[in-house]
């Protein structure tokens, strides 16, 4: 019989750092833990399709989740990329107000920074104000009348960084099945059973941890319609050639006005010498449809050239997209995380609606849900 202790759905990077924070823990016995997964490897749906940046948290709502979780996160896997060799660039960030835009009396965006400023006191991160001579020495090419500098911020190669954890929870005795998309899931009061075309699964605990599916596993488990997820594509071009490319060596975000989504089209910088301009908003309705319709470069162009005017359209090529798991609620989209302990007993804990920065809060947010007081009073010594 299939019986396992802990059930976790997805092997994106949170069900990857879930599975690895499991098994390094002590427990009152050797847990058995099992990730249920469809694809045929781990990271291939949004994990693997991000700017893998490990986010200070100061675009967040300081008391939000988001902020908490990214902050303690990303310093977690930075020390973890370092140790383990995984590729990281150490390019810091920087937030930029254009020239154009000042031109154009737009000021919301010189108050934006305001506003980052005051989130990065709050969270305790380190940020300096710099003017366009100062952002000079940084970025020789690029065109901004002042900005903030985030020096800690990294990134990551996000498809080495999830398959090193589960590497590492493989090592503790998790077991990965892949190609095994759940498809129903009972419970008799004590355990849960998951229905994959392949076999049957009882678990006395399950952690949906399902990305842009999490919304159909938690209905699944819970027998009602708790929560929907609305697909939101990120798409990127890549900067070809090569001397374009070496103008720019950091991470360069927007200025954005208060309620714009997201944190803007970006200059996005690899650990393997890429250069990638994104991602953009464009509502999908399929939730796997990363190519039909692909938005022109002429949107990226514009964004990219307020800050490098150099750059022609003909040095884009289209590269790929991701899709963000934002979840709709009766009173509009919902800007955090959601953890929830949707069922007590037997434990059911639902993560939904983990969109960016959830690469950056993964080792955190894997360390909460373990904290559960679900998980404690279970398994506990
Ligand atoms: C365009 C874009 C850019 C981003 N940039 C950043 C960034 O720079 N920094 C940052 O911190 N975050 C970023 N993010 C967010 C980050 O990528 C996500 O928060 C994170 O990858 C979510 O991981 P996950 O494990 O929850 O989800 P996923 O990676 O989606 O993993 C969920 C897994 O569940 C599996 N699954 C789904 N349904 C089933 C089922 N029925 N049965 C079995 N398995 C199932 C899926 O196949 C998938 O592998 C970005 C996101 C996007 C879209």
Request: charged share 20%; with cysteine; net charge positive.
């Amino acid at each position: 019989m299939n019986l396992y202790d802990i059930c976790i759905v997805g092997a994106g990077v949170v069900g990857c750092a879930i599975a690895r924070e499991l098994g390094r823990r002590r427990w009152d016995r050797p847990l058995r833990i099992i990730v249920l997964e469809r694809n045929q490897a781990a990271g291939l749906e949004t994990s693997g399709r991000n700017s893998g940046v490990l986010h200070s948290g100061i675009h967040e709502n300081p008391h939000s989740l988001k902020a908490r979780l990214a902050h303690e996160g990303s310093a977690l896997a930075v020390s973890y990329a370092t140790e383990r060799g995984i590729p990281l660039l150490n390019t810091g960030m920087i937030i930029a107000v254009a020239w154009e835009d000042i031109r154009r009396g737009l000021w919301k965006e010189a108050s934006s920074l305001r506003r980052l400023w005051f989130n990065a006191w709050k969270t305790g991160t380190r940020v300096t104000f710099v003017t366009a001579s100062r952002l000079r020495t940084w970025e020789p090419n690029l065109h901004a009348c002042c900005g903030i500098v985030i020096p800690s911020v990294s990134v990551i190669d996000p498809q080495a960084f999830v398959q090193s954890l589960k590497a590492d929870a493989e090592e503790t005795g998790s077991v990965f099945a892949f190609n095994h998309p759940v498809t129903g899931i009972q419970d008799d009061g004590r355990a849960y059973t998951l229905t994959t075309d392949r076999q049957t699964i009882h678990a006395t605990c399950l952690i949906n941890a399902a990305g842009l599916h999490s919304d159909h596993i938690a209905n699944l488990a819970l027998h009602s319609e708790n929560y929907t997820i609305r697909p939101l594509r990120g798409e990127y071009y890549e900067v070809v050639p090569p001397e374009k490319r070496a103008l720019v060596r950091r991470l360069i975000y927007p200025a954005l006005p208060p309620l714009a989504t997201g944190k803007g089209i970006h200059f996005s910088p690899r650990p393997d010498g890429r250069l990638f301009i994104g991602p953009n908003a464009v509502p999908v309705t399929d939730k796997l449809d990363y190519t039909s319709n692909k938005t022109p470069p002429g949107l990226f162009i514009e964004a990219a050239r307020k800050f490098l005017p150099v750059l022609e359209e003909q040095d884009l090529r289209w590269a790929y997209a991701g899709i963000r798991p934002c979840v709709v609620a009766g009173d509009g989209d919902k800007h955090d995380f959601i953890v929830s302990t949707d069922r007590a007993e037997p434990p059911l804990v639902n993560l939904v609606g983990i969109e960016s920065p959830g690469l950056s809060a993964s080792l955190a947010l894997a360390r909460h849900v373990v904290d559960l007081p679900c998980i404690q009073q279970r398994f506990r010594l």
